[in-house]
C-alpha cells in the first residue's frame, strides 16, 4: 500500500505486471462492466423517457469495457508504455467525471415528463 502513494509507481514507463490479485480484481471489474453493458443493450431496447439515458449508459459501459480490455491486453504483454500505471488512473477518472455528466442527463429526465404531459394536454384541444 506504500508503493500506491509514490510518483514512481504511478509514472514508472516500465511496471512490473499487475499482482495476481490485482488482476483477479480488474478481470471481475470488466467483467461487470460486460454485464451491464448487455443488461442497458437490451432495457434501452423498450423505448419511453428514459431511452436517451439508457442508450448513453449503454455506450459508457461498452466502451469503457473495452478500454478495461486494452489495458489488460497491455498489462499482460508488458508493453512499456501502454502498461504504465498512470493510464489505469486516467482511465479511472475519465470513467467518473463521464457518470458525472451521464447523471446530470438524468435530473432532466422529470422535466422532460413534465413538458411531454404539458403537450399531450395541449394537444388534446388543438385539432
Known amino acids: ?3 500506491l502513494l509514490t510518483l514512481n509507481y504511478w509514472f514508472n ?3 512490473e505486471s499487475l499482482t495476481a490479485s490485482a488482476q ?9 462492466l ?3 453493458s448487455l443488461i442497458t443493450a437490451f432495457i434501452k ?7 436517451g439515458f439508457l ?6 459501459f461498452l466502451t469503457n469495457t473495452v ?6 491486453f497491455f498489462n499482460y ?6 502498461s504504465a500505471r498512470f493510464w489505469l488512473g486516467l482511465w479511472g477518472l475519465v470513467m467518473i467525471i463521464w457518470l458525472i455528466f451521464i447523471l446530470k442527463k438524468l435530473k432532466n429526465i422529470p422535466q422532460q415528463k413534465k413538458q411531454r404531459e404539458a403537450e399531450k394536454e395541449l394537444k388534446k384541444y388543438l385539432p
Open 67 to 72: 478500454i478495461g480490455l486494452l489495458l489488460l
Open 1 to 3: 500500500m506504500k508503493n
Open 13 to 15: 514507463l516500465r511496471p
Open 34 to 36: 460486460a454485464v451491464l
Open 24 to 32: 483477479k480484481i480488474f478481470i471481475a471489474s470488466l467483467i461487470i
Open 45 to 51: 431496447n423498450r423505448g419511453g423517457i428514459y431511452r
Open 55 to 60: 442508450n448513453r449508459l449503454y455506450v459508457f
Open 77 to 82: 504483454e508488458v508493453v512499456p508504455f501502454f
